[in-house]
C-alpha cells in the first residue's frame, strides 16, 4: 500500500487544523496514522522509533529545474509543464514600508509563490521522491507541505537504530539532489514506548551534527511525548488558548454575537487542535487548565462574573463545553472516515477490540459502530441501588388492573383531590409518537371535561419504538406539572405493561436517561404534598374513555406529514448541584434560546443581563456573601436586596419600574418571565419575551445600581 499524505488538509473551519490541497485528507488524519501504528507496534511488544524532518524555506526553497524534472518523470504534459515553468519564472518583488514603495526587484530563485492554491500541489510532486513508501507494520512515513517525518518498529529501540540511519542517508541523499535543505535544529528524533529498559539515547550524526533523541517533540503542530500522555501539549494548548482568549477580552466594544464568533473562530481551535488524537487523555486536571480559557472566553462574551460556574456561564454565553465540542469532534471524524475512498491509509485500517493497548481510532469506531447518530449511553444501572423504587400497580387479572375509574377512586370525603392522566405511544407511517391527556376529577364526576392534552413526534421508526415513546409520554406530563401544585393525587394509567416495568425496576436497559427524569420530577411534586400514582390499563377496557383520547393524541404525531422532534434524552443539562438559581429561573437551560437573549444587545446590556440571569449581581446579598458589603440588607431597610427584591420590590426604583409595568403589569414578580427564562407551564412552543428582558435592562441602566461604579 502506497501513501503520499503531503496532500493533507483540515477543511479550514473553526473546529482547527492545517490547511493543504486535498479535503480528504488532514493532519490530523495523518496523526490519527502515526497513533495506530505506535499502538499497534505496542501490542506487538515493539518499539516504534521516529525521526522527523524540516524543509527550511519550504516553498521559497523549490529549485524549479528540479521540480520540471519531476513533472515530466511523473508524465504531466508538455505543455502544461512549460506553463508552469512560465509560473515559477520572471518573478519581482516590492517593498511597501510606511506608505513607502521601494522599487522593483528581480527573484532569481523565487521558489513557488506563496498564497497560491497551485503551491501546495506542485510541493507535492517537488518531495514525492522523498515521502512515498510504503506504510506497513515495519515502517511508514506522513508529510505536510515542509513537515517530514518516518518511522521503523523493531523489539528495541536500538534494534531501530539501523533503520533510522536508513531514514536519514535517504532523506540527505533527496537534500543533495533537490536543492533543498533541512533545518538540523528542528530535527526530532523520538522512540515511542513505555517499557523504559527499551529506549536508546544514543544519538545521531546528521551532516555532523548529533542529535540526541528526546522524550516529547512537535510533529505536525502536536506535541507527541515517548509514551503518547499528551501533558505537555494539553498544557501548550491551554495556554494558548488562555493567550487568545485574553486577547478577546481586550476587545471591549463587542456585541455578544461578535464576540462568540470570534471565540469559535480564534479560541476553540487553538485549544482543540487534533483534539481526536489526544482528548482522550483529558482527566479532570488537563480539563482544568483548558477551562481556564474557555472562562475567559465566556466572560469576554457575556461580561458575566469569574463566580458564576462554567456550566451555566457557558450556558449564558451559548457555547459548547470542552467536553461536547470534542464529543462532536469525534462523531465528525468518524462520519467523514466512512467517506474516504480505498486508497486512503485509514480506510484500510482493521479496526479490532483488544485488551492490550486499546487505541483512541479503535474506541471512536468501536463507540460509533454500526451508527452514525449519536447512541444512548446505558449505565450499569439507572439509579443507585438504595434508591428508592416507585410502586406501580397492576395485576396478572386484567379487569383489576384495569379499575381505574373516577367513580371508585374519588368521592366528596376524599381528603387530596386527584388529577388522572392517560398517556400513549403510536408507531405508523415510519413515525414513533406520543401523547396524552389530563383530567381533573376534584368534583368527583367521571365526564369531567379534559384541561390538557399533548401529542409530540418523536422520530422515525427505525430509531425509536413504542416503549421510548411511553417513557418520554410520562416523563414530560411529569416535567410539565408545576412547582406550585399542592395536595394533589396524580394517577397516571397507561396500557404498556413494560414501560412500567422499567420504571418501578429500572436496569441495565434503555431509556436510563428519561426514567431518570422520571424520578427527579416525581420526587420533586412530592415535596408539595403530593402522591404520585402509576397504573396499568388494559387495552381491552373499554370503559376507560380516557385511554382512547390519550391514543387519538398519540395518532395524531404519526399522521403523514409530521415533523420530527428531538427526544428530550438528547438536550443538554446543567450538571447535578450546579446552577440552582438558574435552573429555576430558566427550565430551558443550556438552550439556543440564549444566543436570542443576548446576541442583539451591546456589551453593556450583556454585562448586565448576565447578572441579573446568573444571580451574581452587583446587589448586597452578593456582594456581601464575596465580603464586598458589609451587610446584604438593601439601603431601602426592608430586606435583603436580592434579584428579585432590585427588580420588582425596592421602593428607591419605583419611578424607573415603570418600564417593566408598560410591559406586562400582570406579570410583575415574574422573574423567569422578565429574564427571558422558560417555566414549567410553558410549553414545548415557548420562546423568551424580548420586549419584557430589554424592559429590565432599561430599568436596570437607568437605576445604574448594577454598574461597576456603584456599590
Request: proline share 4%; charged share 25%; glycine share 8%.
Amino acid at each position: 500500500m502506497e501513501t503520499d499524505l503531503t496532500s493533507i488538509d483540515s477543511g479550514q473551519d473553526s473546529r482547527g487544523g492545517r490547511g493543504g490541497p486535498d479535503l480528504q485528507r488532514s493532519a490530523e488524519q495523518a496523526l490519527l496514522l502515526l497513533q495506530e501504528h505506535i499502538y499497534k507496534a505496542w501490542r506487538n511488544r515493539k518499539v516504534l522509533s521516529l525521526i522527523s524532518f524540516d524543509v527550511k524555506g519550504a516553498y521559497n526553497g523549490v529549485f524549479k529545474d528540479r521540480l520540471l524534472q519531476r513533472l515530466e518523470a511523473k508524465g504531466i504534459p508538455k505543455g502544461l509543464v512549460k506553463w508552469i515553468d512560465a509560473f515559477c519564472s520572471n518573478r519581482s518583488a516590492t517593498i511597501v514600508v510606511n506608505g513607502y514603495t521601494s522599487g522593483r526587484r528581480d527573484l532569481p530563485q523565487a521558489g513557488l509563490p506563496q498564497g497560491s492554491p497551485l503551491s501546495p500541489v506542485l510541493f507535492l510532486f517537488f518531495n514525492a521522491d522523498l515521502v512515498q513508501c510504503k506504510i506497513d507494520a515495519k515502517g511508514g512515513s506522513i508529510a505536510f507541505i515542509d513537515d517530514y517525518s518516518a518511522w521503523v518498529t523493531g523489539l528495541t529501540a536500538e534494534a531501530n537504530r539501523v533503520g533510522i540511519q536508513a531514514v536519514i542517508d535517504r532523506a540527505l541523499e533527496w537534500e543533495r539532489r533537490s536543492g533543498a535543505t533541512f533545518e538540523e535544529d528542528k530535527t526530532v528524533i523520538i522512540h515511542f514506548t513505555r517499557h523504559h529498559e527499551r529506549t536508546d539515547e544514543s544519538p545521531y550524526t546528521i551532516k555532523g551534527q548529533a542529535i540526541i533523541p528526546k522524550k516529547s517533540g512537535k510533529i505536525l503542530g502536536l506535541v507527541m511525548d515517548s509514551e503518547l500522555r499528551y501533558e505537555e501539549h494539553v498544557k501548550e494548548a491551554a495556554t494558548r488558548g488562555l493567550r487568545a482568549a485574553m486577547c478577546l477580552r481586550r476587545l471591549k466594544m463587542l456585541t455578544p454575537r461578535t464576540a462568540r464568533q470570534l471565540f469559535v473562530a480564534t479560541v476553540a481551535p487553538t485549544m482543540d487542535y487534533a483534539s481526536n488524537v489526544w482528548s482522550h487523555r483529558r482527566g479532570v486536571r488537563e480539563t482544568k487548565w483548558l477551562n481556564e480559557a474557555q472562562k475567559m472566553g465566556v466572560q469576554a462574551i457575556t461580561g458575566a462574573f469569574k463566580t458564576v460556574s462554567m456550566a451555566v456561564a457557558e450556558a449564558e454565553a451559548g457555547i459548547l463545553p470542552i467536553g461536547e465540542r470534542h464529543a462532536q469532534a469525534g462523531t465528525r471524524l468518524y462520519v467523514n472516515m466512512q467517506a474516504l475512498p480505498k486508497t486512503h491509509p485509514l480506510a484500510t485500517l482493521r479496526v479490532r477490540e483488544t485488551r492490550r493497548y486499546l487505541s483512541p481510532l479503535t474506541k471512536l469506531a468501536l463507540a460509533h459502530e454500526g451508527v452514525i447518530a449519536r447512541m444512548e449511553t446505558i449505565e450499569p444501572y439507572a439509579l443507585p441501588p438504595w434508591h428508592r423504587h416507585m410502586v406501580v400497580k397492576y395485576d396478572s387479572d386484567k379487569e383489576a388492573a384495569a379499575d381505574v375509574d373516577t367513580g371508585d377512586n374519588v368521592t366528596e370525603t376524599s381528603s387530596m383531590r386527584q388529577v388522572l392522566i392517560a398517556t400513549s405511544a403510536s408507531a405508523r407511517n415510519g413515525l414513533v409518537g406520543m401523547g396524552g391527556v389530563v383530567r381533573n376529577t376534584a368534583s368527583g364526576g367521571v365526564n369531567d371535561d379534559v384541561i390538557a392534552k399533548y401529542s409530540v413526534t418523536l422520530g422515525l421508526r427505525d430509531e425509536q419504538n413504542a416503549y421510548m415513546a411511553e417513557l418520554e409520554a410520562i416523563a414530560m406530563v411529569l416535567r410539565c406539572m408545576p412547582d406550585g401544585l399542592r395536595h394533589r393525587e396524580v394517577i397516571i394509567a397507561t396500557r404498556n405493561r413494560s414501560a412500567l416495568q422499567a420504571i418501578a425496576k429500572p436496569r441495565q436497559q434503555s431509556g436510563q436517561g428519561t426514567i431518570r427524569e422520571i424520578y427527579k420530577h416525581v420526587e420533586r411534586l412530592e415535596k408539595g404534598g403530593n402522591t404520585i400514582e402509576m397504573r396499568w390499563v388494559s387495552s381491552t377496557d373499554e370503559s376507560f374513555t380516557l385511554r382512547a383520547k390519550a391514543k387519538a393524541e398519540a395518532r395524531k404525531a404519526t399522521d403523514s406529514g409530521c415533523r420530527v422532534t428531538n427526544p428530550p434524552k438528547q438536550r443538554m443539562m446543567l450538571p447535578e448541584g450546579v446552577g440552582g438559581y438558574s435552573k429555576r429561573l430558566d427550565k430551558a437551560l443550556p438552550g439556543k434560546h440564549t444566543r436570542t437573549l443576548y446576541d442583539a444587545l451591546k456589551r453593556r446590556e450583556s454585562a448586565i443581563l448576565v447578572q441579573l440571569r446568573t444571580g451574581m449581581a452587583r446587589v448586597n446579598r452578593y456582594l456581601h456573601r464575596i465580603g464586598a458589603a458589609e451587610t446584604d440588607t438593601c439601603d431601602c431597610g426592608q430586606e435583603e436586596e436580592t434579584v428579585e427584591h432590585f427588580l420588582f420590590r425596592c421602593p428607591r426604583w419605583d419611578e424607573q419600574r415603570e418600564h417593566m409595568r408598560n410591559v406586562d403589569r400582570e406579570m410583575i414578580g415574574n422573574l423567569s418571565f422578565f429574564l427571558g427564562g422558560k417555566t414549567a407551564e410553558d410549553g414545548h412552543r415557548w420562546s423568551p419575551n424580548l420586549g419584557a428582558v430589554r424592559a429590565v435592562i432599561k430599568f436596570a441602566i437607568s437605576t445604574g445600581r448594577l454598574d461597576a461604579t456603584q456599590t
